[in-house]
């Protein structure tokens, strides 16, 4: 499984990125690139302590309702690792947590060159260092952050055919 403490698979990810335009289209979803460069940038903010999450109830999009239902499920160890390491990310329409929508769009360049800035540094903090609790799955291990950034960011690329 690749995780963003793999400098190969950080190259890729800096490849994809770079392939990334303006004017690129989602191929689901509902947000548009330059949404997607900030909520990635902001989720590895996250999950390098810069940004506080608090942990809350994960909601669910189905059509214009949203189902808010309790974490506790994904924060059961077994359940939260077959998640992580396993299963493909899902391309519903989840609710993701506030925090990771922190940031706005501004000059396409400096977010771009803010996100290649995050994945390197998310990518060469030590595994073992104090990471921050996920809001949804709650206390992750530095390999567990690796390896759910990587599978993000990979999601989302994929969202814009990169």
Known sequence: MSTVFDPSARAALHERVDRLSPERERQWGSMQVDQMVCHAADQLRVALGDIESRPGPLGIRLGNLVVNSSPWLLRFRPFRQLLVHSAPWPKARFKAPPEMFTSTPAEWQDDVAALHALIDRAG??????????HPIFGPLSGDEWGLLCWKHLDHHLQQFGV
């Open 124 to 133: 060469e903090t030590d595994p073992a260092a104090d990471w921050a609790v």
